[in-house]
C-alpha cells in the first residue's frame, strides 16, 4: 500500500499514540499494569513503589509506543512500506508517543 502523506500518515500516528496511552495512561489500560505488578511486584524504598521491569515497561509511552509502531507496521499499515522489517516504524511510533506524552502532562493531563 502506498502511502500519502496527509490524512492516512496521520492516522497511523493517531492510532498509535491512541492505543498507547490506552496501556500506559487510560483508566482502560489498568488491568494489563496490574497484571504487569503481578508478574514482576514492585519494589518498595522508603514506603515508594518502584515498578519492576515489565511494570516499568507498560507505564514507558516510548517503550509501548515503539512496540506498537512495529505492530501495527506488521499487521496493518506501514508508512516506511515495511523498512527494515517495522524498526523505522516502531521508532517513529516512540517518538511520536513519547512527544504526545511530554505535551499532555505539560497540559496537566491526569490519568483518565
Known amino acids: 500500500m502506498m502511502i500519502s502523506l ?3 500518515l496521520l492516522m497511523w ?3 498509535c499514540f491512541g492505543a498507547t496511552l490506552a496501556v500506559t495512561v487510560f483508566t482502560i489500560g ?11 511486584p514492585p519494589r ?13 515497561f507498560v507505564r514507558c509511552p516510548a517503550c509501548v509506543g515503539f512496540w506498537i509502531g512495529v505492530g501495527f507496521g506488521w499487521a496493518w499499515w506501514s508508512p516506511t512500506i ?4 517495522g524498526l523505522v516504524d516502531g521508532l517513529a511510533s516512540g517518538a ?3 512527544i504526545g ?9 491526569r490519568e483518565l
Open 30 to 40: 489498568a488491568p494489563i499494569r496490574w497484571l504487569a505488578d503481578k508478574i514482576t
Open 13 to 15: 500516528f493517531l492510532a
Open 44 to 56: 518498595y524504598h522508603e514506603g515508594q513503589a518502584t515498578p519492576q521491569w515489565i511494570g516499568y
Open 96 to 98: 511520536v508517543c513519547w
Open 82 to 85: 515495511r523498512a527494515l522489517y
Open 6 to 8: 496527509g490524512s492516512d
Open 101 to 109: 506524552y511530554v505535551l499532555l502532562c505539560r497540559w496537566g493531563m
